[in-house]
């Protein structure tokens, strides 16, 4: 037995050395190696934090918000009032979008979409100086014609100085510099204005006559220098103030000719209108900016003239026919080839005066979205606080700069279609016209100032910042 309890005594005696020497070792490691990191694996975002949505979520969420906002804009409005947001081409909120609706000056952007679709990029309007046989020795024995190109911002530096923002036009001044500059120093007979590339019909027949009476355009013509006024005040842009020409044609012949008389030009006779001859030998030519340029124009300024006499060129070139009538048809006849939404759409002028036009929200949407905030027709827009029928509107510091659009405005009309910077950079594109018989101008434009700022403020639910990881 006392054979058995020493060696079983041995055994228990290195097993128990064994493991004080493991525990020495784990004792030396501690002291020099750093005890492992605690983990902490409790979520920095709460289960249920807008962080951890979906981005398809998070933007469904925003438009919600939008939308909701939207509808207060609608409760401020009358009754028969449109109202369509989108993001992106995806509808954020249609109130009416597709009722027919008298638009005002948002009708412009009708006319300018469709000169943009029916003419060339790269067109530009042209007006000439032509006789019936080239000069000899500086003398054109007979007539110099002008002859009118359509041209709408056909202009004096004087007749521009008169608006407070910068314009584009056609200086007519160049013209007469090119004459000089070929060498004519005396007509022996008259400057006659040529004018008839369009009709001769001066207005729309379904404006009120109180809008010919204000000058709400000039004298429509072909031939328009300073948009047909034979006067009007240096120091003061409103038309009403002007005088219209009787004979545009005439009137424009009048002004090249106290021109050229300015550059030394002998003019033995008196101005005139009338046509020049078939064959012709040209002289000088003036060309305009490119149609883009021109279309910019008349939606920045909301100008009248400028419009109508698109219309009729957009006329000429569609059906041959420089009219009124020929371009409305011909502007109705593009847009639907284009695939526009041209339900409940009828096409009365180019500027928005008459109130037989109707169109839709949902058809500005569509032209505004398929153009596209980068287009030519978007370059064109008035920018709040910045440009344009814009210019002392949406002045606020949140707002200023961030709203293009295209205004309209009659008695019973507020307009107001464009794009909206919203708060992540995005535009909005969107589309508001109200009606109601003598609507408060200062109401409505009240209520599109609540219209911009819920616009620029999207997206107001969580961010993409807000709903990434921390």
């Known amino acids: 037995m006392r054979r058995l309890i020493i060696p079983l005594l041995l055994f228990v005696a290195a097993g128990v050395a064994a493991w004080m020497a493991r525990d020495a070792d784990r004792q030396a490691a501690a002291e020099t190696e750093p005890a492992p990191a605690i983990v902490d ?3 920095n975002s709460p289960m249920f934090s807008a962080r951890r949505l979906p981005d398809f979520i998070r933007v469904a969420n ?30 954020v909120f249609n109130h009416n979008g597709g009722m027919p609706i008298v638009p005002a000056s948002a009708q412009k952007l009708v006319t300018g979409a469709a000169a943009l679709e029916q003419l060339p990029a790269d067109f530009r309007f042209v007006t000439t100086a032509v ?30 100085g008169r608006y407070p923002e910068a314009q584009t036009f056609t200086d007519v001044a160049q013209l007469a510099d090119q004459i000089v500059a070929a060498g004519v120093a005396e007509i022996t007979g008259r400057v006659v204005g040529d004018e008839t590339r369009y009709d001769t019909v001066r207005a729309v027949g379904s404006w009120p006559p109180r809008f010919i009476d204000q000058n709400q355009t000039g004298p429509l013509s072909a031939l328009s220098i300073n948009d047909g006024f034979a006067r009007y005040p240096d120091d003061n842009e409103a038309n009403q103030l002007a005088t219209a020409a009787a004979d545009p044609a005439e009137n424009s012949a009048r002004i090249l000719d106290d021109l050229l008389e300015e550059r030394g030009v002998v003019i033995r006779g008196s101005a005139a209108s009338g046509v020049a001859p078939a064959i012709s ?9 490119p149609i883009a340029d021109v279309v910019g124009q008349m939606l920045a300024s909301s100008d009248n003239s400028t419009a109508e006499l698109l219309l009729k060129e957009i006329g000429l070139s569609a ?14 006849v593009l847009m639907t080839r284009a695939g526009f939404k041209m339900a409940g759409v009828e096409v009365a002028d180019g500027s928005g005066l008459s109130s037989e036009n109707s169109l839709t929200c949902d058809l500005l949407i569509d032209l505004l979205d398929k153009a596209g905030p980068d287009s030519a027709l978007a370059a064109g827009l008035a920018i709040a606080g910045e440009r344009g029928t814009l210019l002392d509107r949406f002045t606020g510091p949140d707002v200023i700069g961030k709203i293009r659009g295209k205004t309209g405005s009659l008695r019973e009309v507020s ?13 909005l594109t969107f589309a508001y016209i109200a009606n109601q018989e003598e609507l408060s101008s200062d109401r409505s434009h009240e209520v599109q100032e609540d219209l911009g700022e819920e616009l620029v403020q999207y997206p107001e639910g969580p961010t993409r910042d807000q709903v990434g990881p921390k």
Not at 137 to 148: E, R, T
Not at 419 to 425: D, E, I, K, P, W
């Open 131 to 160: 006789t019936e046989q080239s000069p000899e020795g500086g003398i054109i024995n007979g007539d110099l014609y002008l002859v009118g190109g359509g041209d709408p911002i056909l202009a004096t530096a004087r007749y521009i």
């Open 319 to 332: 059906r041959n026919e420089g009219s009124s009538l020929a371009g409305a048809e011909a502007s109705g």
């Open 41 to 43: 694996s409790t979520p």
């Open 62 to 91: 925003s438009n919600d918000v939008l939308a909701a906002d939207l509808v207060s804009v609608v409760e401020s409005s009358p009754d028969r009032t449109c109202l369509v947001v989108t993001s992106g081409g995806e509808e």
């Open 281 to 289: 030998v040209e002289i000088a030519r003036l060309e305009s900016l």
């Open 415 to 427: 307009a107001l279609a464009g794009f909206a910077q919203a708060s992540n950079g995005d535009d």
